[in-house]
């Protein structure tokens, strides 16, 4: 079973910078989306980023320019750097892997609040 477990997450002031990252267990040789999601009080779930299986990088609209996510194949995790956070960015934001097959692992979330 693939554990992922996200770190990094925090208290952050406007237009300050978080980095975070997905440890995942075991190595998924599967091809895969590898991506963020996060979940604001009182809203649904929403995809902030995500790596395809091919490679690509997608972004939401509202994190264009300021998040970028990676993929350390060495360390076997998933990042994203967050900068110029706005209030609006905070939310439990959780780690995802999704095999092509339909399958997906979950991480157990990481609180970011931005807040002066």
């Known amino acids: 079973q693939v554990q992922l477990v996200e770190s990094g997450g925090g208290l952050v002031q406007p237009g300050g910078s978080l980095r975070l990252s997905c440890a995942i267990s075991a190595r998924i040789f599967s091809a895969n989306n590898r991506g963020w999601y996060r979940q604001a009080p009182g809203k649904q779930r929403e995809l902030v980023a995500r790596?395809?299986?091919?490679?690509?990088?997608v972004y939401a609209d509202s994190v264009k320019g300021r998040f970028t996510i990676s993929r350390d194949n060495a360390k076997n995790t998933i990042d994203l750097q967050m900068n110029n956070l706005e209030p609006e960015d905070t939310a439990v934001y959780y780690c995802n892997i999704g095999l092509l097959n339909g399958s997906d692992y979950w991480g157990q979330g990481t609180q970011v609040t931005v807040s002066s």
């Open positions: 790596i395809t299986a091919g490679g690509r990088t």
